[in-house]
């Protein structure tokens, strides 16, 4: 069945580290990907979103790019920040034509100043 | 992106008892959800809040204990009926506009069941 795998947590960073967290996805047809961040204590935020292959989805200094030949959807930064540790869930949807999400288990990430 | 709302934002709850979450929109959308998210887990769907017909359960989720709501295409409830201390989650509501493959949610319900 679909399924999006993602990198075991938790990933600890120091602050203006680089950051890569994996994500790679199994689907028929042509999904589309996205990254949610849940801050402490709070629901999730929609961060970026690909609908296509090749494209790049990208917001707040983070970056995501649909790569069909590899199934993957790693989402990265170039300097993280303390308020960027959170819970980040890859996810995919429009599989089949249906109208389901499916979602990761989440990674968390720490960021030490 | 449409506002969602839920409430209450939290609650601790005795066991046997049953709670009613409730989800508000700022706006008329077709497609609601309810999600279950488990202390440290991803999410689980729990069903697809139709209105004006019965919600759809997904495996694992049956309509006596989690009987949801939507009167319409602004509001849905989920109930949480003779709880124990494994229902302990956060409960997400959210959104999906028609035509649109992205997903919204709301701000979750904390619930701890003693």
């Known amino acids: 069945g679909d399924s999006v795998t993602q990198m075991e947590g938790p990933v600890t960073l120091s602050e203006e580290a680089f950051l890569t967290i994996n994500c790679t996805y199994t689907?028929?047809?042509?999904?589309?990907l996205f990254w949610y961040v849940q801050y402490p204590g709070e629901g999730l935020q929609l961060l970026l979103k690909a609908t296509k292959a090749d494209d790049k989805g990208s917001n707040k200094g983070f970056e995501a790019t649909y790569r069909k030949e590899t199934t993957s959807f790693h989402l990265e930064k170039g300097s993280v920040q303390v308020s960027d540790s959170a819970v980040y869930f890859c996810?995919?949807?429009?599989?089949?034509?249906?109208?389901?999400?499916?979602f990761g288990a989440g990674t968390r990430l720490f960021v030490k100043a | 992106s449409a506002v969602i709302s839920q409430k209450p934002s939290r609650d601790i709850c005795q066991r046997g008892t049953s709670l009613t979450i409730q989800c508000q929109v700022d706006?008329?959308?077709?497609?609601m959800f309810w999600y279950r998210q488990q202390p440290g887990q991803s999410l689980t769907l729990i069903a697809t809040?139709?209105?004006?017909?019965?919600?759809?359960?997904e495996s694992g989720f049956v309509i006596d204990k989690f009987p949801i709501s939507r009167p319409n295409l602004t509001f849905s409830t989920l109930t949480v009926s003779n709880m124990s201390p494994e229902d302990s989650s956060i409960y997400l509501c959210?959104?999906?506009?028609?035509?649109?493959?992205?997903?919204?949610f709301g701000p979750g319900t904390r619930l701890t069941v003693l």
């Open positions: 996810a995919l949807t429009g599989v089949g034509g249906g109208f389901k999400t499916i």
């Open positions: 706006s008329q959308v077709t497609m």
């Open positions: 809040a139709n209105q004006g017909s019965e919600a759809t359960y």
């Open positions: 959210s959104l999906r506009q028609e035509g649109i493959d992205t997903q919204y």
């Open positions: 689907a028929t047809g042509y999904p589309s």
